[in-house]
């Protein structure tokens, strides 16, 4: 499978909102309702953010949110903090047991 | 509190074989499916394998068929990995994550719950 498309960068000012988008295909995102999202600062193993397209864990802000259009997902930012500036990754599901993750987007707080 | 903890990594030259292991405490291991991540250095992470709860089956990125091996022991809630005819390519940061949890009955299976701090590979002459 190949790596689902994020964009490299994407930036906001503190209390602004971002959104970061992850476009796959209809044998992953567009086929099933399992897309995660993850948040890996420097040197540290990621952390699960979002699930199931729009799941969030206990312990996860609210002010993370996901949602998926076709064959793309986002994962929104609001009232961004100096804490969310981290790597962002997303995943699918792709079937038959097999999983696909985005390259990365880097989310700079300005 | 939920923790895995990776180890066995090194430096090996190409061709040779590493096996990695993530031992679990904190949480139920037996029920779980568990996976094998990766993070080359610099780069995005990508799916490597995973084992089911009783250990019955075993999924592998292609990359890595025939040469990999995941499995676990789970009297000893450990996963493993055994990694045989290493490649340059195949540096990198090895993360074991728990699949998905269950709560009031209802389990959500397709993500990656909860993660190890990693360990590293590096393949190298």
């Known amino acids: 499978q190949s790596a689902l498309t994020q964009p490299p960068s994407a930036s906001g000012s503190p209390g602004q909102s971002v959104t970061i988008s992850c476009t796959g295909t209809?044998?992953?995102?567009?086929?099933?309702?399992?897309v995660s999202w993850y948040q890996q600062h420097p040197g540290n193993a990621p952390k699960l953010m979002i699930y199931?397209?729009?799941k969030r864990p206990s312990g996860v802000p609210d002010r993370f949110s996901g949602s998926k259009s076709g064959d793309t997902a986002s994962l929104t930012v609001s009232g961004l903090q100096a804490e969310d500036e981290a790597d962002y990754y997303c995943?699918?599901?792709?079937?038959?047991?097999?999983?696909?993750f985005g390259g990365g987007t880097k989310l700079t707080v300005l | 509190q939920m923790q895995l903890v990776e180890s066995g990594g090194g430096v090996v030259q190409p061709g040779k074989s590493l096996r990695l292991s993530c031992a679990a405490s904190g949480f139920a291991f037996s029920p779980y499916g568990m996976h094998w991540v990766r993070q080359a250095p610099g780069k995005g992470l990508q799916w490597v394998a995973l084992?089911?709860?009783?250990?019955?089956?075993?999924y592998y990125t292609e990359s890595v068929k025939g040469r990999f091996t995941i499995s676990r022991d789970n009297s000893k809630n450990t996963l493993y990995l055994q990694m045989d005819n290493l490649r340059v390519e195949d540096t990198a940061v090895y993360y074991c994550a728990k699949r998905g949890f269950c709560s009031n009955g209802v389990c959500y299976a397709y993500h990656f719950d909860y993660w190890g701090q990693g360990t590293l590979v590096i393949v190298s002459s």
């Open positions: 209809s044998s992953d995102i567009g086929g099933y309702n399992y």
């Open positions: 199931d397209v729009t």
């Open positions: 084992v089911t709860s009783d250990g019955s089956n075993k």
């Open positions: 995943s699918s599901y792709a079937g038959s047991s097999n999983w696909v």
